[in-house]
């Protein structure tokens, strides 16, 4: 019997834009000169902008690119990948059309070195993406191809391998302390009785989601009728650090993730997350430091979520 095998590649909350947004070293931005004579302008990268993209972003695809081959690719955005501009403070452009374009060579950057052939956007946070995801809606021309269609969205399930997989921004609440996971599989557990309970509906066997600092993945088994049927619930860290808002929400919690995930569909069911590019940060290491300068990501190997 042949095995069906489909891979995912999460990443969300690139904030590109802000300056420790992600950014493409390689970058160019067209600002008008005078005369509206186009006047190109390579951004200066900060140490934290040059450690993700080398560390998480090119590290991280070379060894999904050793693991799966040319394989197909859906590539999933949870959200919020430029940082918009109701706050002015550390922008590398104030320009939604110039953050879009620095999302955008990110995204490309991306597609030559894994085969991706459909794209997932979600809607983010209306303070950074503008009302009903507009900055998402920018990208789609920006990235759009026949061969790799680009879909921007509030909330959808879509099918990968066989498995019904839900895609969202705001998802589950990661929890702190010995909660961490716990929230997020208890409020696992009900949206899979509520979709069973309320509409009917067999629970996708993958819900992903963004919009925090905190990794996690946790999944539970349900019954329905005479079958068990399991969920797994994956909440994909930003791609920058915390700033004063994230801090006041989070009571200061010192250790953060950051990093993206490659997960492998078997047969329609969840049969591995690499987690490998999902990398810790001490930020009481990078504050008083220039540019992100004394931030060190850790190759985090422990236990649990």
């Not at 160019?28 to 390579?42: F, I, R, S, T």
């Not at 998402?136 to 921007?152: F, Q």
């Not at 309320?198 to 905190?214: E, F």
């Not at 290491?285 to 422990?302: A, I, L, M």
Request: glycine content about 10%; charged content about 20%.
């Amino acid at each position: 019997m042949d095995t069906t095998k489909e891979y995912i590649l999460f990443m969300s909350d690139g904030h590109s834009g802000h300056s420790f947004g992600l950014m493409n070293p390689a970058t160019v931005l067209d600002y008008a000169g005078p005369n509206q004579k186009p006047d190109l302008h390579q951004p200066k990268t900060t140490k934290w902008q040059e450690k993700i993209w080398s560390e998480v972003i090119v590290n991280g695809l070379n060894a999904f690119a050793a693991q799966i081959g040319n394989a197909p690719v859906v590539f999933v955005y949870g959200g919020d990948a430029i940082n918009g501009t109701r706050y002015l403070d550390n922008l590398v452009t104030p320009k939604i059309s110039q953050q879009c374009q620095i999302a955008a060579d990110c995204m490309r950057y991306i597609f030559t070195q894994l085969n991706i052939k459909r794209v997932y956007l979600a809607y983010g946070t209306e303070a950074h993406v503008g009302i009903d995801g507009d900055a998402e809606s920018m990208l789609i021309p920006l990235i759009d191809s026949p061969e790799r269609p680009v879909v921007a969205t509030p909330m959808a399930i879509i099918n990968v391998g066989g498995a019904d997989v839900s895609i969202v921004h705001h998802g589950f609440y990661v929890g702190e302390g010995y909660l961490r996971g716990n929230s997020a599989r208890l409020q696992l557990q009900r949206r899979m009785l509520e979709d069973m309970m309320l509409v009917n509906k067999r629970p996708p066997a993958l819900y992903l989601s963004g919009h925090v600092h905190r990794y996690v993945h946790t999944s539970h088994i349900e019954t329905w009728g005479e079958e068990d049927i399991e969920s797994h619930a994956i909440v994909c860290p930003a791609l920058l650090p915390m700033g004063g808002y994230a801090r006041q929400v989070t009571r200061s919690q010192p250790i953060l993730w950051t990093g993206m995930v490659l997960i492998t569909i078997t047969d329609g069911h969840i049969s591995n997350v690499n987690r490998d590019y999902i990398l810790p940060i001490d930020m009481r290491e990078s504050y008083g430091y220039p540019e992100g300068q004394g931030v060190r990501f850790y190759h985090w190997k422990g236990r649990g979520n």
